[in-house]
Antibody, heavy 125, light 110 residues
Framework: EVQLVESGGGLVQPGGSLRLSCAAS????????MHWVRQATGKGLEWVSA???????YYPGSVKGRFTISRENAKNSLYLQMNSLRAGDTAVYYC???????????????????WGQGTLVTVSS | SSELTQDPAVSVALGQTVRITCQGD??????ASWYQQKPGQAPVLVIY???NRPSGIPDRFSGSSSGNTASLTITGAQAEDEADYYC?????????????FGGGTKLTVL
């Protein structure tokens, strides 16, 4: 059974740092792209970062330069280092796995097939 | 504002059919995936690709696409389908195939 378990959330002051972890089990972790997706209370989902199987990383503009995603395949673990935190970063942070398929037309389809239960990050003084 | 636009709220009578839509330029070229999220829970994948359902998702859920609009249809909505639904697809930069979510649609089953 695929499991993703996040940890490391908590209360941090504006400008502070926090490191989130995600422990993966039930699948070959090194073979999958992994992501962090966040959700502020009462708001929608926002993709935060991605890391490919080769260690390539991707970020949206809202967090680029402040957040760093990394993985440690030997420990089946995903991380998110968050620096220069702002009130607007307050959210539940989910760890998620993407899988991909290729359609008959040759289009690659990506989808988030497993999610963790999330860890709450609160940025407040 | 999101690059994928969804109606904030939709309602359906128990047992009837409802369509939830997602609009965006990227959908002209790329498929959307759809996620169901109930209060206090993590999102769950319900549809991906042209019209693929993960194991365990009831066949009353289906997906379709036309032009810049992707749709999630629930045929014979059940009380347990009441939830928020989000679409996801490639962002406008084209560099992130999973880069943008719609704002979400709150489905109420009457």
């Amino acid at each position: 059974e695929v499991q993703l378990v996040e940890s490391g959330g908590g209360l941090v002051q504006p400008g502070g740092s926090l490191r989130l972890s995600c422990a993966a089990s039930g699948f070959t972790f090194s073979s999958y792209d992994m992501h962090w997706v966040r959700q502020a209370t009462g708001k929608g989902l926002e993709w935060v970062s991605a890391i490919g199987t080769a260690g390539d990383t991707y970020y949206p503009g809202s967090v680029k330069g402040r957040f760093t995603i990394s993985r440690e395949n030997a420990k089946n673990s995903l991380y998110l280092q968050m620096n220069s935190l702002r009130a607007g970063d307050t959210a539940v942070y989910y760890c998620a796995r993407t899988s991909r398929m290729i359609t008959f037309g040759g289009v690659i389809v990506y989808y988030f097939d497993y999610w963790g239960q999330g860890t709450l990050v609160t940025v407040s003084s | 504002s999101s690059e994928l636009t969804q109606d904030p709220a939709v309602s359906v009578a128990l047992g009837q059919t409802v369509r939830i839509t997602c609009q965006g330029d990227s959908l002209r070229s790329y498929y959307a995936s759809w996620y169901q999220q109930k209060p206090g829970q993590a999102p769950v994948l319900v549809i991906y690709g042209k019209n693929n359902r993960p194991s365990g998702i009831p066949d009353r859920f289906s997906g379709s696409s036309s032009g810049n609009t992707a749709s999630l249809t629930i045929t014979g909505a059940q009380a347990e389908d009441e939830a928020d639904y989000y679409c996801n697809s490639r962002d406008s930069s084209g560099n992130h195939p999973w880069g943008v979510f719609g704002g979400g649609t709150k489905l109420t089953v009457l």
